[in-house]
């Protein structure tokens, strides 16, 4: 029983971690006005045929606050890396020279600013559902276990260890979406 109890705790941790790693991802893509190589992330090339991300494609860098600059490690890249921004409907506009494409990125209004709040409190919201469906979701198997023969102890400590988990976890949610909300509303 106790295997049972363990696998239990370690399923529902997983889910919880999985939920902050995955409000990570989506923060990252909410630009805050300042310009990361992580903000192309999601932008893929077409590379002999295949489509690849840009960052095994280039060079990725940020010189300074405001720019990203994109030196492809083949010249005739230039032209598919440029349109692959284009298409990702990211809002950037890029500037290529013939060797390096810059990507200017602008202060955003304060009106976009506060949308921006929104989608991160949104992004924050569903990252918390995720947690909770997956205390109930071991509970409901604790539940079970119990009727299978666990001593009532045994369930009370580990719906305690749960609690304690989804505790945990939502500080971290917390503190994320404080974070992204301070670097979204500095300008």
């Not at 989506?26 to 999601?42: N, Y």
Request: negative net charge; proline residues 4%; contains cysteine.
């Amino acid at each position: 029983m106790q295997e049972e109890v363990q696998m239990i705790l370690d399923i529902c941790r997983e889910r919880m971690e999985h939920a902050i790693t995955h409000l990570d991802k989506e923060l990252v893509h909410i630009r805050a006005g300042k310009a990361s190589p992580r903000m192309l992330d999601s932008v893929m090339v077409e590379y002999y045929g295949s489509m690849v991300p840009i960052a095994q494609v280039s060079n990725i860098n940020t010189p300074d606050a405001r720019t990203i600059a994109i030196q492809p490690w083949e010249k005739s890249m230039i032209k598919p890396i440029e349109k692959a921004i284009i298409n990702s409907n990211l809002g950037f506009n890029p500037d290529n020279n013939g060797e390096i494409i810059r990507i200017n990125v602008p202060a955003p209004t304060e009106q976009r600013r506060k949308e921006m709040v929104k989608t991160v409190n949104k992004e924050g919201e569903v990252a918390k559902v995720s947690l909770r469906s997956a205390r109930k979701d071991a509970n409901d198997n604790l539940k079970k276990l119990l009727k299978d023969g666990l001593s009532e102890d045994v369930e009370k400590d580990a719906e305690e260890e749960v609690q304690e988990m989804i505790n945990d976890f939502s500080k971290k949610v917390d503190k994320m979406l404080d974070d992204k909300n301070v670097e979204i509303l500095t300008i």
